[in-house]
């Protein structure tokens, strides 16, 4: 079959799809959403595990995704997960298939997703304290992170990369502490800068910590240097640290954008097509899936909706609006 390459109009082409498989989660980290949670979406409109393979599927055999991350929301509530996963795999032996996720109750997952065909996961973890970890996600569950973690790597759901968000006055003095650990523990560890992408609408640019003052505190105890390996699309850029082998990520979405090289789509757990995290327009693939479209109908919108992608996310600009939808209920 022919694949329509999911172009856009400066010579983007999309080969990674961010899935959301829920926009539920059982932490509630401060800079994501508010102690409450949110107002869930409702079960009837959220895609059935049948109705995200067949997307997925579409995505792969027509559309050329050659990598699908599974995120939310938390992937590991969602109760399919690991058949979803494997039902995956069964499409292409050669994706590559991950999920980014908080590794609560990972422990217990990790070998069935392993076995279902998952390849790594990436693990959010702001801190190593115990207190700090409460602060931030106002629960205490840092042992099940580490634990997950720990299940992660025993199973060779590797490389285990482990992204953290630095706050202003919470988080920010534990950079080099993180480092060393993650080497340590045999983690890739990857710092990203706080975005505009929080429910409450609280994110402030001059409020967040940026790569500079990232690289400044980790400069202190280590030397870093530019890793050799080419960037490619991947959003952090790496340094060896002390020479190497050993590296850290840098995702400076803010401050050093990298949207020329964006080779994401994603799809919400309601069948929503986002081209950009940042996009204020959506392409409902739910509607369609559910009025009976054909696949090619179905691959059909999605090339248009990837068609109509901005340049770039353009926080800096004056005009800049927070999209309508969270980081969570989007699929981070
Ligand atoms: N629950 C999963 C997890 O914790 O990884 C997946 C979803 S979560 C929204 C994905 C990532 O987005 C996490 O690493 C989280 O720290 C990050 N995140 C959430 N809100 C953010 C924000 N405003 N700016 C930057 N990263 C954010």
């Given at each position: 079959?022919q694949i329509q390459p999911l172009?856009?109009?400066?010579?983007?082409?999309?080969?990674?799809?961010?899935?959301?498989?829920?926009?539920?989660?059982?932490?509630?980290?401060?800079?994501?959403?508010?102690?409450?949670?949110?107002?869930?979406?409702?079960?009837?409109?959220?895609?059935?595990?049948?109705?995200?393979?067949?997307?997925?599927?579409?995505?792969?055999?027509?559309?050329?995704?050659?990598?699908?991350?599974?995120?939310?929301?938390?992937?590991?509530?969602?109760?399919?997960?690991?058949?979803?996963?494997?039902?995956?795999?069964?499409?292409?032996?050669?994706?590559?298939?991950?999920?980014?996720?908080?590794?609560?109750?990972?422990?217990?997952?990790?070998?069935?997703?392993?076995?279902?065909?998952?390849?790594?996961?990436?693990?959010?973890?702001?801190?190593?304290?115990?207190?700090?970890?409460?602060?931030?996600?106002?629960?205490d569950r840092i042992k099940d992170?580490?634990?997950?973690?720990?299940?992660?790597?025993?199973?060779?759901?590797?490389?285990?990369?482990?992204?953290?968000?630095?706050?202003?006055?919470?988080?920010?003095?534990?950079?080099?502490?993180?480092?060393?650990?993650?080497?340590?523990?045999?983690?890739?560890?990857?710092?990203?800068?706080?975005?505009?992408?929080?429910?409450?609408?609280?994110?402030?640019?001059?409020?967040?910590?940026?790569?500079?003052?990232?690289?400044?505190?980790?400069?202190?105890?280590?030397?870093?240097?530019?890793?050799?390996?080419?960037?490619?699309?991947?959003?952090?850029?790496?340094?060896?640290?002390?020479?190497?082998?050993?590296?850290?990520?840098?995702?400076?979405?803010?401050?050093?954008?990298?949207?020329?090289?964006?080779?994401?789509?994603?799809?919400?757990?309601?069948?929503?097509?986002?081209?950009?995290?940042?996009?204020?327009?959506?392409?409902?693939?739910?509607?369609?899936?559910?009025?009976?479209?054909?696949?090619?109908?179905?691959?059909?919108?999605?090339?248009?909706?990837?068609?109509?992608?901005?340049?770039?996310?353009?926080?800096?600009?004056?005009?800049?609006?927070?999209?309508?939808?969270?980081?969570?209920?989007?699929?981070?």
């Amino acid at each position: 079959m022919q694949i329509q390459p999911l172009a856009d109009r400066f010579g983007r082409v999309a080969t990674d799809l961010r899935v959301s498989l829920t926009d539920r989660c059982n932490l509630r980290c401060s800079y994501c959403m508010p102690a409450e949670g949110l107002d869930w979406l409702p079960d009837d409109t959220v895609l059935t595990d049948d109705e995200v393979v067949r997307l997925i599927d579409i995505s792969v055999r027509m559309l050329g995704i050659r990598e699908v991350r599974f995120t939310g929301g938390e992937p590991l509530v969602r109760r399919g997960l690991v058949d979803i996963v494997s039902r995956t795999r069964a499409l292409d032996s050669t994706l590559e298939l991950s999920i980014t996720t908080n590794a609560l109750g990972l422990s217990r997952q990790a070998a069935a997703l392993k076995a279902a065909g998952l390849d790594r996961v990436n693990v959010s973890l702001d801190t190593l304290r115990a207190d700090t970890f409460h602060e931030i996600t106002r629960r205490d569950r840092i042992k099940d992170v580490l634990d997950g973690l720990a299940a992660a790597r025993a199973e060779g759901l590797g490389p285990v990369k482990v992204n953290a968000v630095l706050l202003r006055g919470i988080n920010d003095d534990e950079a080099p502490e993180l480092l060393r650990w993650a080497i340590a523990e045999g983690y890739d560890l990857r710092f990203i800068e706080q975005m505009p992408l929080d429910a409450q609408h609280g994110w402030s640019r001059a409020e967040m910590i940026t790569a500079e003052e990232i690289f400044v505190s980790l400069e202190r105890e280590f030397a870093l240097t530019p890793a050799t390996e080419p960037r490619g699309s991947a959003p952090a850029e790496l340094f060896c640290v002390d020479g190497g082998p050993a590296t850290v990520g840098v995702i400076a979405s803010v401050t050093r954008p990298f949207c020329g090289d964006c080779d994401r789509v994603r799809l919400t757990a309601d069948g929503q097509v986002r081209n950009c995290l940042f996009a204020r327009e959506e392409s409902d693939l739910r509607a369609a899936l559910r009025s009976g479209a054909s696949d090619a109908e179905i691959a059909g919108r999605w090339v248009t909706a990837m068609a109509g992608k901005r340049a770039g996310h353009g926080i800096d600009d004056p005009t800049f609006l927070q999209p309508d939808r969270p980081m969570s209920a989007i699929g981070g």
